[in-house]
């Protein structure tokens, strides 16, 4: 089973602070993507990564994917309470998604 | 139309009881999944068909009975549940089977077994 662990699991700042969120795992995967899922919906994609060292851009939003692939990174540059939610990883092999064990950001005003 | 909806919203069941999850996607997508959230934990992956054919079950006990009528529609039958199978039981589709593309959930079906 290919497991994909993310740090921290809880994450509470202040409003226009910065932040970076990680996502590891042992094995490596042919792409992944980052999810925000908010209470009472399903994850919504944000990114797809699938080259090794790849870095996107979404606004205030850095992704980055490892040079091995096995481990990817996601940094806020001033955090507004709209960004808080529920953010997981996703690593896709075999056809199948694996979701890391998530890390719950909250935004205080 | 990019919206894939589940219903019911809300389902209790008692553990004797047989009841249905639907899952509707109308974006032409041939991949549709089912996954399990517990409180505070990840999703998890339970079923995927492929152009309407199982083609993943990930060793899901066979009180979870899924289905797939049409390219469109997406059932979990349940029957005889435990209080522990009381999760979020979300439905995705995305555009082509094995390849990666954006997975589009639904809302998911709240489930409580009592």
């Known amino acids: 089973t290919q497991l994909l662990e993310q740090s921290p699991q809880f994450l509470s700042i202040q409003e226009g602070e910065n932040l970076t969120v990680y996502c590891n795992s042992s094995?490596?995967?042919?792409?992944l993507q980052w999810y925000r899922q908010e209470p009472g919906e399903g994850p919504v994609l944000l990114v797809t990564?699938?080259?090794?060292?790849e870095v996107k851009k979404l606004k205030r939003l850095t992704f980055q994917f490892g040079d091995a692939r096995k481990d990817s990174s996601l940094h806020i540059t001033a955090a507004q309470p709209g960004d808080t939610g529920l953010y997981l990883c996703?690593?896709?092999?075999?056809?199948?998604?694996?979701f890391g064990t998530g890390t719950r950001l909250t935004i205080i005003p | 139309d990019t919206e894939v909806t589940q219903t019911p919203k809300h389902l209790v069941m008692g553990m004797t009881n047989k009841k249905s999850l639907k899952c509707e996607q109308h974006m032409g997508h041939r991949a549709m999944y089912w996954y399990k959230q517990k409180a505070k934990k990840p999703p998890e992956l339970m079923f995927v068909y492929s152009y309407e054919k199982l083609s993943i079950n990930e060793s899901v006990p066979s009180r979870f009975s899924p289905e797939c009528p049409n390219s469109s529609l997406l059932n979990l039958h349940l029957h005889a549940l435990q209080p522990e199978d009381s999760a979020l039981y979300l439905c995705a589709s995305s555009d082509t089977p094995g390849q990666l593309y954006e997975q589009y959930f639904g809302p998911g079906t709240r489930l409580t077994v009592t």
């Open positions: 990564v699938v080259t090794g060292g």
């Open positions: 094995s490596v995967f042919s792409s």
């Open positions: 996703a690593g896709f092999e075999d056809e199948k998604l694996t």
